[in-house]
T-cell receptor
Framework: GQQLNQSPQSMFIQEGEDVSMNCTSS?????WLWYKQDPGEGPVLLIA?????ELTSNGRLTAQFGITRKDSFLNISASIPSDVGIYFC????????????FGKGTKLTVNP | DVKVTQSSRYLVKRTGEKVFLECVQD?????MFWYRQDPGLGLRLIYF???????EKGDIPEGYSVSREKKERFSLILESASTNQTSMYLC?????????????FGSGTRLTVV
């Protein structure tokens, strides 16, 4: 199936640092989503993006829908210990499929 | 609060057993999905369903089957469990055409096959 290339695979940072992760694809997407999965839980939606170039914030999180429609990034500012988890990007293709395509995730560790 | 509920958080089963993983959603969603999650491999789609009694294979359906007799319930069946099916299983649902919320996930079932 289709794939999203998500990087980095893992990050180890100090509390207070900023974090950036991104997803790229060879296909065009009309929706990009970012999820966070806390340890032992299911993923929870953080931010949804629906238009090319769109920049959306949710507290300390900022995400952008790339202008080419083939990429997206997520930034976390001033990280805190509860930011620990796995972050997934997900996209929906132009064909309007009911299925999401997921990246493999970025595992974030925050050292206090 | 809307919910996707997976019946078990942890399961331990023996090789060869038939295993049922249950998922129930209370949002009247048409679409339901089963994923497995393994370290380094992300979320891989096993099966999905667009409506009652309807099912379609995902990317890794081998060794699994599903049942959707009622709109709110989507069951994943491991016909004869094997050790390579030890994994975290996640159920998700969404309304047809999606809306703004994307998928809603359950909390997962961590299955160990011994």
């Amino acid at each position: 199936g289709q794939q999203l290339n998500q990087s980095p695979q893992s990050m180890f940072i100090q509390e207070g640092e900023d974090v950036s992760m991104n997803c790229t694809s060879s296909s065009i997407f009309n929706t990009w989503l970012w999820y966070k999965q806390d340890p032992g839980e299911g993923p929870v939606l953080l931010i949804a993006l629906y238009k090319a170039g769109e920049l959306t914030s949710n507290g300390r999180l900022t995400a952008q829908f790339g202008i080419t429609r083939k990429d997206s990034f997520l930034n976390i500012s001033a990280s805190i210990p509860s930011d620990v988890g796995i972050y997934f990007c997900a996209g929906r293709t132009q064909g309007g499929s009911e299925k999401l395509v997921f990246g493999k995730g970025t595992k974030l560790t925050v050292n206090p | 609060d809307v919910k996707v509920t997976q019946s078990s958080r942890y399961l331990v089963k023996r090789t060869g057993e038939k295993v049922f993983l249950e998922c129930v959603q209370d949002m009247d969603h048409e679409n339901m999905f089963w994923y497995r999650q393994d370290p380094g491999l992300g979320l891989r789609l096993i099966y999905f369903s667009y409506d009652v009694k309807m099912k379609e294979k995902g990317d890794i359906p081998e060794g699994y089957s599903v049942s959707r007799e009622k709109k709110e319930r989507f069951s994943l069946i491991l016909e004869s469990a094997s050790t390579n099916q030890t994994s975290m299983y996640l159920c998700a649902s969404t309304t047809r055409g999606w809306g703004a919320a994307g998928y809603t996930f359950g909390s997962g079932t961590r299955l160990t096959v011994v």
